[in-house]
């Protein structure tokens, strides 16, 4: 990933990971025979939260790779970020390398309208709801 594990810092693992798992994974994934690459972005240092400058590193990163790999990609991102242009110019620039982007709605029970990645019009927004259709407060 972007984020060093370097000491005392750590990498916070788990969530995104796991979220990608959800498709890839080799038992019940839908995708079994996906290829899961994990890029962390979160570290210990920062309380689990990450800047927008190590999101949209990773996001970068992330399309180089599949680009050197010449592998088809997804980007899947369970975070939301600030409301910044730099997002939205990241998630169109993989768009035209032919990767889409799969963005939580945030995770914070407010309007995706003002997350990113989610707000980008060609993201694929996705969230949670309860059995009445409310927000999940995950959402």
């Given at each position: 990933g972007v984020i060093p594990d370097t000491p005392p810092c750590t990498v916070e693992t788990g969530h995104g990971t796991h979220v990608a798992s959800t498709v890839g994974g080799s038992t019940f994934g839908v995708a079994k025979g996906a290829t899961i690459v994990a890029v962390q972005v979160f570290s210990s240092c920062?309380?689990?939260?990450?800047?927008?400058?190590?999101?949209?590193?990773?996001?970068?990163?992330?399309?180089?790779?599949?680009?050197?790999?010449?592998?088809?990609?997804?980007?899947?991102?369970?975070?939301?970020?600030?409301?910044?242009?730099?997002?939205?110019?990241?998630?169109?620039?993989?768009?035209?390398?032919?990767?889409?982007?799969?963005?939580?709605?945030?995770?914070?029970?407010?309007?995706?309208?003002?997350?990113?990645?989610?707000?980008?019009p060609i993201a694929v927004t996705v969230a949670s709801t309860t059995s009445t259709v409310d927000t999940d407060y995950k959402s």
């Open positions: 920062t309380g689990g939260k990450g800047a927008d400058s190590d999101t949209l590193a990773g996001m970068e990163w992330s399309v180089n790779d599949a680009s050197a790999r010449g592998v088809p990609a997804v980007l899947q991102m369970s975070l939301g970020g600030a409301p910044i242009a730099a997002y939205t110019q990241m998630v169109e620039w993989a768009f035209s390398r032919g990767i889409l982007t799969i963005a939580a709605a945030g995770n914070d029970d407010v309007d995706a309208c003002g997350v990113m990645p989610a707000a980008v």
